[in-house]
């Protein structure tokens, strides 16, 4: 099994102790990714990589590597301490890089694990949002692990451990989940929108080359039967209303 783990902490201490217990818990090869050295320049929102491609972007050599080793990976760990309420800077300028991902999900075969800590508030909320974020990649099943580690050096490893557990198993087996229903109602939004009079040109040549405009969602994941009609149904909905 190959793991990337993408580190959104600045520093190796609360939020590296949970990823290290995870690796613990873990048997396969880790590919570790520190944002803090990966020094990626802000995102200056050009729209490029949205509008023309992601090979656009100004700082592409930074984040086509990146994107490469989750592309690699059975598996994302994704770890952000709680600042401010929110994931930590580097891992939102991160996220902002990725954006076109959100229109042009192609992740749909991966598993993933969240790491968040924080002192006392936020961890649950930040979680939630790296688990949207990623699903908006296509990531298939997200587990977390938020801890408020209130000034605390220990960690609640049984609950830690018995998660990790369940994801290793989840990931190992390769048996991808069926999709909750607003990931296929994001799946058929950018479809109609790849499908319509005035297309983004980024969008549909993604959506044409990889022929998931043919699909109700990934044919790597099998829909329930309820799933796959709620699709159609959206779909016929959605180009009506999208042209
Ligand atoms: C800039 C900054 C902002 C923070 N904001 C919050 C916050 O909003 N809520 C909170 O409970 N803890 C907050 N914290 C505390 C961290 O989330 C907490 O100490 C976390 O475990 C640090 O992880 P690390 O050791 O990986 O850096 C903040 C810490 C920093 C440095």
């Not at 490469?68 to 600042?83: C, F, N, T």
Request: hydrophobic share 40%.
């Amino acid at each position: 099994m190959k793991y990337v783990i993408i580190n959104g902490s600045p520093r190796k201490k609360n939020t590296w102790a949970v990823v290290k217990q995870v690796m613990k818990n873990l048997e396969g090869e880790f590919e570790e990714i520190h944002l803090m050295k990966e020094k990626i320049p802000m995102c200056n929102g050009c729209f490029r990589c949205i509008m023309e491609g992601e090979d656009k972007c100004p700082h592409f050599e930074k984040i086509s590597p990146i994107v490469e080793k989750i592309r690699q990976s059975d598996a994302i760990i994704l770890a952000s301490p709680v600042y401010a309420m929110n994931v930590s800077a580097i891992l939102k300028n991160f996220f902002d890089h990725t954006a076109y991902l959100y229109h042009r999900p192609e992740f749909f075969d991966k598993k993933a694990m969240v790491c968040v800590t924080t002192a006392g508030a936020g961890q649950k909320k930040v979680a939630n949002y790296i688990d949207e974020t990623l699903r908006h990649w296509g990531v298939n099943k997200v587990f977390k692990i938020a801890i408020a580690c209130g000034g605390k050096d220990s960690l609640e490893t049984d609950k830690v451990d018995s998660l990790v557990s369940k994801f290793a198993k989840d990931a190992e087996s390769h048996k991808l989940s069926n999709p909750k229903f607003m990931d296929i109602v994001f799946f058929n939004v950018w479809k109609a929108m790849a499908l319509s009079d005035d297309p983004l040109e980024a969008d549909k040549e993604y959506w044409f080359k990889t022929g998931l405009v043919n699909h109700d969602f990934s044919p790597a994941v099998k829909l329930s039967i309820v799933k796959k009609a709620f699709s159609k149904a959206l779909s016929f909905i959605l180009r009506r209303v999208i042209r």
